[in-house]
Antibody, heavy 112, light 105 residues
């Protein structure tokens, strides 16, 4: 069974940093492209970032470019999102996802 | 690539047919997916490549279209189908439509 489990969310002050993790199991993680998607409270879905299976190709949404960094460790079957210079508008549930499966998400709240 | 879903809300009764639309600002070929999301849950993939049902998705869900115009049809609404539905393009990164809420009339 495919499982994607996000962790690392929480309350952080504006300007702060947070690192999200996504633990993958039930499939050959190193063969899969991965994405982060977020959903602000009561709002729709917003794609955040993409990383290729090897980690050599990376893309970001304009809203997070230069502040967020995606990376992966295929030995640990894990995906990460380093979030810096956080803003109130980054408050959302963050999901890791493949083309077919999503985790349950982790809530990030940016507030003073 | 922007995706526009219509209508924003669809009010129907169980057993009725639901047709949801998604229009892309430029061609996405067949790289279009549909998701269902219920409150407090992650989105669930229903349809990918415009018309292929994902694993364990009931046959009452079907997708069609190519290029810029797509639709999701639920042939006969079950009580568990009342939810928000999003389309997603995978042609150039990912983007999502704003969602269509299917509510009980």
């Amino acid at each position: 069974e495919v499982q994607l489990v996000e962790s690392g969310g929480g309350l952080v002050q504006p300007g702060g940093s947070l690192r999200l993790s996504c633990a993958a199991s039930g499939f050959t993680f190193r063969n899969y492209e991965m994405n982060w998607v977020r959903q602000a409270p009561g709002k729709g879905l917003e794609w955040v970032s993409y990383i290729s299976s090897s980690g050599s190709t990376i893309y970001y949404a304009d809203s997070v470019k230069g502040r967020f960094f995606i990376f992966r460790d295929n030995r640990k079957n894990s995906l990460y999102l380093q979030m810096n210079s956080l803003r109130a508008e980054d408050t959302a549930v963050y999901y890791c996802a493949t083309d077919f499966d999503w985790g349950q998400g982790t809530l990030v709240t940016v507030s003073s | 690539i922007a995706l526009t879903q219509s209508p924003a809300t669809l009010s129907l009764s169980p057993g009725e047919r639901a047709t949801l639309s998604c229009r892309a600002s430029q061609s996405v070929s067949s790289y279009l997916a549909w998701y269902q999301q219920k409150p407090g849950q992650a989105p669930r993939l229903l349809i990918y490549d415009a018309s292929k049902r994902a694993t364990d998705i009931p046959a009452r869900f079907s997708g069609s279209g190519s290029g810029t115009d797509f639709s999701l049809t639920i042939s006969s609404l079950e009580p568990e189908d009342f939810a928000v539905y999003y389309c997603q393009q995978r042609s150039n990164f990912w983007t999502f439509g704003q969602g269509t809420k299917v509510e009980i009339k």
